[in-house]
């Protein structure tokens, strides 16, 4: 299979990029490398991959010093023509998009930057997918899409329809537009509705990697809401081995469906939605208490209030992705962080960074 995977060079792309490439895949990897973090973290999981970080320039295509049946290329989801003579060179056979701008509270002060990314970019990706028989196409959506839903633990046959934040709403926005693709040209569509991802070689923006960086530091951490907040992490592993099986399995009409009582996981059309989440939601100072056992060290803590952006809790109903794939996520939050800090212990060198200050 010749496959294309967007936002290669993020961490659940660094990923499953990986893990594609040693089941022996041919991949392309797509990024724009944007400054939304640190470009050093995403130029390293890319070195991790074969890819020199001096090779890379915009529209050029880098072959890996590792892998053999990986290639890279840098270009933006909004060059569209770009975009499309990609498709029409490497006649990929699927397509798993996970480029986007993150971050819910990001996307209220930078409301355009995420609908030419979220919206526009996938535009992009369903007209190149369309026009160039891809097999499948999965992409990432977001638990952040239940948005004032409170009915736990949240499951793919609710309804959606009140999202709190921009970021979300696009996410939303996603689902719907790939179903008009699969409706209309019998695309195979299958979305990813994924719930506070975590482990090593993470986003520095997630309150994971903030917590740590800041308790290894000797800096204050900012708990929102007295830290009544919840939430359902799920170890990056977990997750990848989650969209490899769907992506092994293209979405199918569901012969169940029906215009009266209508679900809206599954459609007449090839075209299905599914959590991916560990299915046990975490109390925000367990995932501190956790991190300061790992870290050997007391937080710092500053207590402010609640965002209207950010959901309370999520809990993920993943009874569809049992059923359908035999699969649960099972990875534990001790065993996940753990890994997390070994992780970044040695990444940033702290362990050396000490011994020099002592």
């Not at 970019?121 to 891809?134: P, T």
Request: net charge negative.
């Amino acid at each position: 299979m010749n496959i294309l995977i967007t936002g290669s060079a993020g961490f659940i792309g660094y990923f499953l990029t990986r893990k594609l490439l040693e089941r022996g895949e041919n991949v392309v990897g797509l990024d724009n490398i944007n400054e939304y973090y640190d470009t050093n973290l995403k130029y390293a999981r890319l070195a991790e991959n074969g890819i020199n970080k001096n090779s890379i320039e915009w529209n050029s295509t880098v072959n890996s010093s590792k892998y053999g049946n990986y290639r890279f290329i840098k270009l933006s989801l909004e060059d569209k023509q770009m975009l499309m003579n990609l498709f029409r060179k490497e006649k990929f056979d699927l397509v798993v998009h996970l480029a986007a701008q993150a971050g819910v509270r990001y996307s209220i002060n930078n409301p355009d930057v995420c609908i030419q990314s979220n919206v526009v970019g996938f535009l992009n990706i369903l007209e190149a997918c369309r026009h160039h028989d891809i097999q499948h196409l999965v992409y990432a959506s977001s638990s952040s899409v239940y948005g004032l839903n409170e009915q736990m633990p949240f499951s793919v046959n609710q309804s959606i329809g009140h999202p709190i934040s921009l970021y979300a709403a696009t996410k939303k926005s996603n689902e719907l537009m790939a179903h008009v693709y699969s409706y209309l040209f019998n695309l195979p569509t299958t979305g990813l509705r994924f719930f506070t991802v975590y482990g090593p070689w993470g986003r520095p923006d997630m309150a994971y990697f903030l917590f740590a960086d800041a308790i290894i530091k000797d800096q204050p951490i900012t708990v929102y809401n007295g830290g009544q907040m919840k939430r359902d992490f799920t170890y990056i592993d977990d997750i990848v081995e989650g969209i490899v099986r769907v992506l092994d399995k293209p979405a199918q009409p569901d012969p169940d469906w029906s215009a009266l009582q209508t679900d809206p996981s599954s459609s007449i059309a090839p075209y299905r939605i599914y959590n991916i989440g560990n299915d046990n939601p975490v109390e925000l100072m367990d995932l501190v208490k956790e991190i300061e056992k790992n870290c050997d060290k007391k937080a710092k803590i500053e207590m402010k209030t609640g965002e209207r952006c950010e959901v309370e809790t999520t809990w993920a109903d993943i009874n569809q992705l049992a059923t359908n794939f035999h699969y649960r996520p099972s990875t534990s939050l001790q065993t996940g962080i753990k890994e997390f800090i070994t992780w970044y212990k040695s990444f940033y060198a702290i362990e050396q960074l000490e011994m020099v200050h002592v």
